[in-house]
């Protein structure tokens, strides 16, 4: 059985602060409340099941991030209510050489790029978060790795964007939009994979590996919970892979 992904983690300098923004901007609810993590979900049973995890770090932000959040609109005053609300919770408009284009990019209180999209039909059914779009030079030979990783099928495929979206058909989609000058390594946004309990771990990242995945070590040890892997997608991407325990019971 694939290794599910549990959630998209950010590295916060003040992970409360910029997690209060996101849950406050998509409706979302805080799930999970420790020093070391913070969680916001969808209060909808019927949602998502993706969370959004902040966790504090003390590695700068440098550059534009490679994955960011689309969030989804209603109507063009939706986009522009939209808009005024995140300017009034702490965001600010960026410009990262978008030109004019229909939808609006910010940056949250710690320098994150989003976009707030216009009214798309292909969106109308996502909830807020429209879509998790990780910037690759090569879209659908990541989006097939993740593919593996996630258990998500590919919906469309093309040679400038390629999309997953969860079995269920709830929730955002999985976007790999081909970016020329698209990096890799660290960057703040990453999107962190869990096994299932009765799974064995070891297999899982074998797995990954067979799949283009590399180790690149461990992370700090939390009390209570196994290490978190720190692996590397075939562009060299960081992601972790998290033990069973801590992402299934968010004790």
């Known amino acids: 059985m694939p290794t599910r992904l549990a959630c998209i983690a950010f590295d916060a300098d003040r992970p409360r602060l910029v997690a209060d923004f996101w ?28 969370a959004l995890a902040f966790l504090p770090t003390v590695r700068a932000k440098t550059g534009k991030n490679r994955l960011h959040l689309d969030l989804a609109t209603r109507s063009l005053d939706h986009q522009h209510t939209q808009v005024d609300r995140a300017l009034a919770l702490g965001a600010r408009r960026v410009d990262i050489g978008q030109g004019a284009v229909p939808w609006t990019v910010l940056a949250d209180p710690e320098g994150n790029e989003f976009c707030v999209l216009e009214p798309r039909e292909e969106y109308v059914d996502t909830g807020a978060l429209a879509a998790i ?13 993740w593919s593996v990783a996630t258990g998500w099928p590919l919906a469309y495929r093309g040679t400038r964007l390629t999309g997953l979206r969860a079995p269920t058909g709830l929730g955002s989609w999985l976007e790999f939009v081909h970016t020329p ?9 990453h999107l962190d994979l869990a096994a299932f309990p009765t799974d064995d771990r070891a297999a899982e990242v074998a797995r990954l590996h067979t799949a283009g995945a590399t180790t690149i070590g461990k992370d700090t040890p939390t009390p209570g919970y196994d290490t978190d892997l720190i692996l590397a997608d075939p562009e060299d991407n960081e992601f972790r892979l998290r033990p069973p325990a801590r992402f299934w019971t968010n004790a």
Do not use: K, N
């Not at 849950?23 to 805080?30: P, S």
């Not at 690759?136 to 097939?144: F, G, I, K, N, W």
């Not at 000058?181 to 946004?189: D, F, H, Q």
């Open 181 to 189: 000058e698209a990096g890799s390594g660290y960057t703040r946004l």
């Open 133 to 145: 779009v990780v910037d690759t030079r090569d879209p659908t030979r990541l989006a097939e790795f």
């Open 23 to 50: 849950a406050e901007l998509l409706g979302w609810t805080v799930t999970l409340d420790r020093p070391d993590e913070v969680d916001i979900a969808a209060p909808d049973a019927d949602g998502p099941e993706l």
